[in-house]
């Protein structure tokens, strides 16, 4: 695919340095000086790790974030793991450091504050404000068209409380870096190996809970334990060891990894830190979502399962051409969700924005032409932002 060279230099612009987030002070966030007297903590220099609860700017919504302990662990499935594939092995010894991780997932409530960017960026460029230029481009976002048929996508649900569905990993990306530039913290998807180093909490067996499938109803909303009206709200089902809710189960969660055969790369490079854990997708489809959904069986929810998306089916109602880079029409899809994490040690510029980014040349063409025909947003994210939204509400 030839790109633009206009729209490729943006993206080449919107993966250097950005002014606004190297001059940011340091963010104390999440940190106290004193180990409070209950609930989880996590003992840092100078201090310890604690739950913490960030509004997002301009609205009420809120999200909880957790304190996980580093650590190490075996990535993937013993070879006598039942239900175990191919693509889970051979383990591999993995270093993790301290993390925050959001409690649940992202829920349509705060997933909406980003859908409404759209109107709001296509606005600033009506009237000539905040405008993306040279010099800011690396502050830009998209934000993503409207959906083509929301009766369809929220047939199950589009309640506050449940969790959002859908969106692709890209969309993610990008809800993730704004959440960042609004709050300035680092807001992020997970490498596979955080991901299920989050989601095992201290444990090795098929699930967190142990190897009882049984036990799953208490833990977990899967096809054989799901209520009538379909997908349930966040946070309604039991813990797991690190304090976080629906990690298995309820909706498949994005990861920044692109779908690998197997783990032998990094079985060479063990052990390895679960930051370097990731293959960056190179397109974009086959990347990787993590603990199965409420559509799922049980045997599907295990913490070392993995599933590769597939934009062909995945976007096979999709009547659009390109088809939305931001997001998905069909089954399984609309049970992919994801949630939020944050290293305890922020990420230098380079590494944070291949976060936040696309890589896949594919991505990046798809997205060019729909900004280039009108049918995506695109406007510049910073504390700032807030306030504009409100004066345009004036």
Known sequence: MRLNRNFACFFVAMAGLSPTWADAPTATVGISETKPADGPSVEVDGGFMVP????????????????????????????????????????????????????????????????????IFKEFESQGIRSVTDDNKADAITAPTELYDSTFTWEFGHEPEQAAVTMTQYSAQQFSKWLSRVTGQQYRLPT?????????????????????????????????????????????LAENPFGLQDMLGNVFEWTVNQHTEDYS??????PINA????????????????????????????????LASDDEAWKEEDPNFPRSPWWFTSDPARGVGFRLFR????????????????????????????????????????????????????
């Open 192 to 236: 596979e190996a955080e991901w299920e180093y989050a989601a095992r909490g201290g444990t090795q067996t098929p699930f967190y809970w142990g190897d009882d499938e049984a036990a799953a109803e208490d833990h977990a909303w899967y096809f054989d334990n799901t209520p009538d009206e379909g997908q349930s709200p966040v946070g309604t």
């Open 343 to 394: 290293s305890y040690k922020p990420l230098d510029d380079e590494l944070i924005t291949k976060f936040w980014e696309a890589s896949a040349e594919d991505v990046i063409g798809d997205v060019e032409s729909r900004i280039q025909g009108g049918r995506g947003g695109l406007g510049i994210v910073d504390p700032s932002l807030p306030d504009a939204i409100k004066e345009l509400d004036n």
């Open 52 to 119: 913490y609860t960030e509004k997002i700017p301009g609205t009420d919504l809120t999200f909880e974030m957790i304190p996980v302990p580093g650590g190490s662990f075996l990535m993937g499935s013993p070879e006598d793991e039942e239900g175990r594939r191919e693509d889970e092995g051979p383990q591999v010894k993995v270093n993790v450091d301290p993390m925050w991780v959001a409690k649940t997932e992202i829920n349509w409530a705060q997933y909406d504050e980003y859908m409404n960017l759209y109107k």
């Open 265 to 270: 790369e990094y079985k060479q490079r063990e």
């Open 275 to 306: 930051i370097d854990v990731v293959k960056w997708p190179e397109i974009g489809s086959e990347c990787v979502v993590r603990g199965g959904s409420w559509e799922s069986d049980v045997e599907d929810l295990r913490c070392a399962a993995r």
